[in-house]
C-alpha cells in the first residue's frame, strides 16, 4: 500500500498503541532534552552539569520534575481564575498533538500488523500542525493575560507577536517545499525526498526555517517573552508547581516538534542518511529509520542548545525587523525563483535539481558573505594613558605595579620529579 | 454523532459568547466557535478548509482580537448603557425576524444524500481547489488578494506619522548623559536601587550612600507618595 490509503486501516489496538507511544517518546524526551541542555551548556561553560541522579545524571530532571509536581500550587488573587488554570492546559495539549503527523519510520511490523510508524497522516498534515502550534499559542497569551500581573501580561504579549510573525515566515518557507513534493501530507514529503533532500535543494528555505523555528519556539537568542533581566519570567511569572511544569513541557516539546518537522521537510525525515540506503539495503526498512530519524532529531536540538549558549538575546526592534522586513521577502522572492525554475523544468523537460541547488547554494553565498563583509572590523584598542575625561590617568610606569614575572617553562622534571627551574638571569 | 456533539459545542460556545461579561471571555468563546466550525469542516470531508480555518481565523485574526482587548484594559467590562436610541427595540425585533425565517426555512427543506462529494475531491481535496482557485476563479482570487492588500496599505497610511526629529541612538543619548554630567554634575549611571546598603530592601526603603545619608531617587515616584524631588539626595 502506498500513499495515504495506509492510515486509517489500523485495529483499535494498534492505534492505541501508537498514541502511547507518542506520548512516552514525547515525554522522554523532555526528560532527556532537559539533561541534555544543561549537560551541553555546562560544558560549554567549562562546568560539569547535572551528575547526582542516575547514571550521568541522566535522573536529573525526572527529579526535577517530582519537585516541581510537589511544590506549593499558588494562585494569584488578581488571577482570572478559569482561564489561570485552563491556560497551560491550552498550551500543553497541542504540543503532544502536532506530534500524531510526525512520521518515525516507513512500514513496520507491530506485533504481527504492518502499519507505518506514524500515528496518522492526512491531506493537510503540514498545515495540520501549523494550525494546532497556532492553538498553543494561546495557552502562553492567555497565561500572561490571566495572571493578572504586569510582567506576565508584558510577556505574553511579546510572545504572541514574535510567533505570529514568525509563523509567517516559516509557512513561507514551507510553501517551497510543497511545491517540490506536490503535497501537503508528511509521508509523501518524506517519499518525495528519495533522492534529494529538501534541505540541499532548497537552501534558503531550509536556513529560513531553522531561523524561524527558534523564534517560534522562544527559545534563545530569541527568548525575548521570558527575557530574565527585564520580564522576570515573562508568561510564567506568576505560574508555579504542575502549571509551570506544564508550561516548561510544552516548550520543550515544541522544541522537538519544531526539530522533527525540520527532519520531516528538510533533512529526507527517516530516510538513511548520506547515501546510506544505497550501499546497504536494509538501512531504509524495519527499525532501523527510526534511529535515522532520531539522530537528525537530535542534531536540530543540539543546534538549539548551541545557540543558547553562545549567543546574546537580540533587541526587540532588531528582532522584528529581522523576522518582517529580512526573513519575509527572502522568502517571497525565493519561491518565485522555485516556482520559475520548477516550471521551466517541466516545460523544457529537464529535472530542476541541479539547478535549483546550485541557485540555493549561489544565493546564500552571497548572502553569507554580504553579512560577513558587513561585520564592522575590530579596531585595536586604543588606550590613552595621558587620562582625560571621564578616565583618569594610569599611574607612572604602566597599569599595574608588582605584576607577576612572565611564565617560564623550565627544563622537564628530573627522575625524583623535582623541577629544576632556571634563575631569574638564566630565563633572560 | 460528531455533529451532534460538535453542534452542541459550538452553540454553547455561541452562546457564551453573547453572555460572557469580560471581554477576553467572549473572545475565548468565539476561539471556541471557529475551532468547532473547523471540525464540522472536517467531518464534512473539507480537511483544507479545516487547517485554513483555523490558521487564519483562531490563529491570526482572533488573535488580534485578543490582542487589541487585552491592550485597551485586562479588567473592562462592557457597560449596559445604550448608546444608539433604540437599539435594543431594533435590535430585539431584527433578532426574532432573522430567527423566525431561518426556522422557516430550514424546517421546509428535506435532507437528502449528499451527492458530488467524490467527483469534487477527485485525486485530493486539496489540489482540486488549487485547480479551481487558479483557474475558474483566478480573477476572483486575484481581486480578493488585491482587496486585502489595499486595505492592509490603508490601514498604514491612517496610522502612520512622519518623524519630525532625527531618532537618537544609544550613542547619542550616552554622549548627552556625559554632557549633563560634566555641565550639571548629574548622576550618570544607573539609580541605586532601592534598599541598597539599608537595613531592608523592600521598594519604599531608600538606598542608603556611601556616607549613611537616604538617596530619595532610589525609591520609585509612586511609591515616595509625592516626595518627587529632582535629583537631590536628602
Known amino acids: 500500500m502506498n500513499g495515504l490509503e495506509q492510515f486509517g486501516q489500523d485495529p483499535w489496538w494498534i492505534i492505541a498503541i501508537k498514541v502511547l507511544l507518542v506520548f512516552v517518546v514525547c515525554v522522554v524526551l523532555t526528560l532527556f532534552n532537559i539533561w541534555w541542555e544543561r549537560k551541553v551548556v555546562a560544558r560549554m561553560q567549562h562546568r560539569i552539569g547535572p551528575n547526582r541522579h542516575g547514571p550521568f545524571g541522566l535522573l536529573q530532571s525526572l527529579a526535577d520534575g517530582v519537585k516541581l509536581a510537589l511544590k506549593e500550587d499558588l494562585t494569584p488573587e488578581k488571577a482570572d481564575k478559569i482561564v489561570f488554570v485552563t491556560a497551560p492546559i491550552l498550551a500543553c495539549v497541542p504540543a503532544f498533538v502536532t506530534f500524531s503527523v510526525i512520521p518515525f519510520g516507513p512500514e513496520v511490523n507491530l506485533f504481527g500488523v504492518r502499519t507505518p510508524l506514524q500515528l496518522t497522516d492526512m491531506p493537510v498534515a503540514v498545515l495540520f500542525v501549523m494550525a494546532i502550534a497556532s492553538i498553543g499559542i494561546y495557552g502562553i497569551v492567555l497565561g500572561g493575560w490571566a495572571s493578572g500581573s504586569t510582567y506576565s501580561l508584558l510577556g505574553g504579549l511579546r510572545s504572541s507577536a514574535q510567533m505570529i510573525s514568525y509563523e509567517v515566515s516559516m509557512g513561507l518557507a514551507l510553501v517551497t517545499v510543497f511545491l517540490m513534493a506536490g503535497s501537503l501530507s508528511t509521508s509523501q514529503i518524506v517519499a518525495a525526498q528519495e533522492d534529494w533532500w529538501f534541505g540541499a535543494l532548497l537552501l534558503p528555505s531550509f536556513l529560513i526555517y531553522c531561523i524561524s523555528m527558534v523564534g517560534e519556539t522562544n527559545r534563545a537568542p530569541f527568548d525575548l517573552p521570558e527575557a530574565e533581566g527585564e520580564l522576570v519570567g515573562g508568561f510564567h511569572t506568576e505560574y508555579s508547581s504542575l502549571k509551570f511544569a506544564l508550561f516548561f513541557l510544552a516548550e520543550y516539546i515544541n522544541m522537538a516538534t519544531v526539530s522533527a518537522l525540520a527532519t520531516t521537510l528538510f533533512l529526507g525525515g527517516w530516510r538513511a542518511p548520506l547515501g546510506l540506503g544505497t550501499l546497504w539495503a536494509g538501512a531504509n526498512e524495519g527499525y532501523w529509520p527510526v534511529l535515522w530519524f532520531f539522530l537528525k532529531m537530535f542534531f536540530f536540538i543540539w543546534i538549539f542548545i548551541w545557540l543558547r549558549g553562545t549567543l546574546p538575546r537580540l533587541r526587540y526592534d532588531q528582532f522584528m525587523s529581522l523576522g518582517w522586513k529580512i526573513l519575509l521577502p527572502a522568502s517571497l522572492a525565493w519561491i518565485v525563483v522555485v516556482a520559475v525554475i520548477k516550471m521551466a523544468a517541466i516545460e523544457g523537460g529537464f529535472s530542476p535539481n541541479w539547478v535549483l541547488f546550485g541557485f540555493g547554494l549561489a544565493v546564500t553565498a552571497v548572502v553569507v558573505l554580504g553579512f560577513l563583509n558587513r561585520l564592522p572590523e575590530k579596531e585595536a584598542q586604543v588606550s590613552t594613558p595621558t587620562g582625560g575625561f571621564p578616565t583618569p590617568a594610569l599611574p607612572q610606569g604602566g597599569a599595574v605595579r608588582g605584576a607577576a614575572q612572565p611564565l617560564v617553562f623550565g627544563p622537564p622534571p628530573t627522575a625524583n620529579g623535582v623541577r629544576i627551574l632556571p634563575s631569574p638571569e638564566e630565563a633572560k | ?234
Open chain 2, 1 to 234: 454523532m460528531s455533529f451532534v456533539i460538535l453542534a452542541a459545542v459550538t452553540v454553547i460556545a455561541a452562546l457564551g459568547l453573547l453572555f460572557a461579561r469580560k471581554p477576553v471571555h467572549a473572545a475565548l468563546s468565539l476561539a471556541v466557535v471557529m475551532i468547532g466550525l473547523a471540525m464540522i469542516y472536517a467531518t464534512l470531508e473539507a480537511p483544507f478548509l479545516f487547517a485554513v480555518q483555523i490558521v487564519v481565523y483562531t490563529g491570526a485574526i482572533l488573535m488580534l482580537f485578543l490582542f487589541v482587548i487585552m491592550l485597551v484594559g485586562v479588567d473592562t467590562s462592557d457597560t449596559l448603557k445604550e448608546t444608539i436610541a433604540g437599539q435594543k427595540v431594533l435590535a430585539t425585533l431584527l433578532g426574532v425576524g432573522l430567527g423566525a425565517t431561518l426556522i422557516a426555512g430550514v424546517g421546509q427543506a428535506s435532507i437528502a444524500t449528499m451527492r458530488g462529494l467524490s467527483s469534487a475531491n477527485e485525486g485530493g481535496n486539496v489540489q482540486r481547489l488549487a485547480d479551481l482557485l487558479f483557474s475558474r476563479y483566478v480573477i476572483a482570487f486575484e481581486a480578493t488578494s488585491a482587496l486585502l492588500i489595499t486595505a492592509a496599505i490603508g490601514a498604514m497610511v491612517l496610522a502612520h506619522r512622519e518623524r519630525i526629529d532625527p531618532k537618537q541612538s544609544q550613542t547619542d543619548l550616552a554622549q548627552k548623559r556625559v554632557a549633563d554630567y560634566a555641565k550639571s554634575g548629574k548622576h550618570l549611571g544607573p539609580l541605586p536601587p532601592p534598599g541598597t546598603f539599608a537595613r531592608h530592601n523592600s521598594n519604599d526603603t531608600p538606598a542608603l550612600l556611601p556616607d549613611g545619608s537616604q538617596s530619595t531617587r532610589s525609591v520609585p515616584a509612586i511609591l515616595a507618595g509625592g516626595r518627587t524631588d529632582e535629583g537631590e539626595d536628602a
